[in-house]
């Protein structure tokens, strides 16, 4: 169960790549989350009769009334699913625990609270949706969740100091369907990547200060940024005073793969605060698994992956100038060994079928003891 709108962000995000490596080990998957309209979009491809498929539950796109309108449709339409299907095992986003725990705990059904991500923005609706995650951990932990599935270390060691943790944890770190991505060429003017969030939570306007030094030093290059957030119009009017600068919205699951191979490189300065000290490295997956060497701030999540020589860690309050002498000295570098060597270790370290080993084992457990 999850909050998240089909067709706008869930086709691009964890959930269907986790759902087609529990189909092909053997488990149904059937999906309880907000429809876009009914236009489900790219993830249409996914949705079969043989599963994983959609049950439609309503969310209010106005600001701040979401949770409340989603968590009351889903209290009146998760008993029927429950009653029409032979569910094992249930998966709860926290922004779904208060309108589905109470049919879970009559159905007998064992649920782990699913925790992507704790709530970023600071703002009356961001105020709103702590309120709800705070909820949905004393419900969890009150109510009889079975555990909860963290998409980091980091987070599950933020939760114990909180004295908010939910045993047993299992940790879902971020994975990556390689064989969706082909190695980069390295071809034609060099172009920097990034992809992803443009928000300025994210210290997203820095790319475009570490580029103008880049084209003051008279380095050739182009820098590609996609995404949305608070700051693309912005970045869209930054692309229109530099040549060099190029700012596409937010792309589809299948063009993601294509849009990456024509680079060289990626970066992300990604800036050293509490909640993305919590963060699980999804895009550096996805540069790796097509090869892309890449400069990344020096914070836990990007300190997790391990020390790579395809990945030059940078503190995250260096200038801009420092950033940009990284740059230039990745790109002096061997990008087709140091990208031929990210290719590997994502083929054998960060598939999907990989990192969602320890959540099969657990749902099986639980499946097992139903």
Known sequence: MTAKRFGADLAKTTQLAVSNSFAKQGWGVIFVAP????????????????????VDVKRSKRPGLGWITFGKSLKSTLPLVLRDNDIEVALVEWQAVAGSYRAL????????????????????????QWFEYRRAYKIAAKKGASGSVLKSKALAEWHQINGRAIEPVTILEAGVE?????????????????HGQLDAERDIEKLVEIGKVLHTRGIEFDM??????????????????????????????????????????????LPDTEIWGLASPLK????????????????????????RNWAKLIRPDATVDEWADAVIELLDSDLHELGAQARTDAETEFDWEITTRELVLRITELGGAK
């Open 35 to 54: 429809d876009l309209a009914g236009a489900i979009g790219d993830a249409d491809k996914f949705l079969t009769e043989d599963g994983p498929f959609l």
């Open 105 to 128: 705990n009559k159905a007998g059904i064992p649920w782990l609270i699913v925790d992507r991500s704790p709530p970023v923005f600071r703002s009356l609706t961001g105020r709103l």
């Open 178 to 194: 390689v064989s969706r991505f082909k190695p980069t060429e390295f071809l034609g003017t060099p172009s920097i990547l990034h």
């Open 224 to 269: 590609l940024i996609a995404g949305a957030g608070n700051r693309l119009t912005e970045l869209q009017e930054q692309s229109e005073l530099h040549d060099w600068l190029w700012v596409f919205e937010a792309l589809k699951s299948e063009e993601i793969p294509a849009f990456i191979e024509r680079c060289h490189i990626a970066l992300f300065p």
């Open 284 to 307: 550096v997956r996805e540069w790796a698994a097509t090869g892309l060497p890449m400069i990344l701030s020096d914070i836990t999540p990007h300190r997790s992956i391990g020390e």
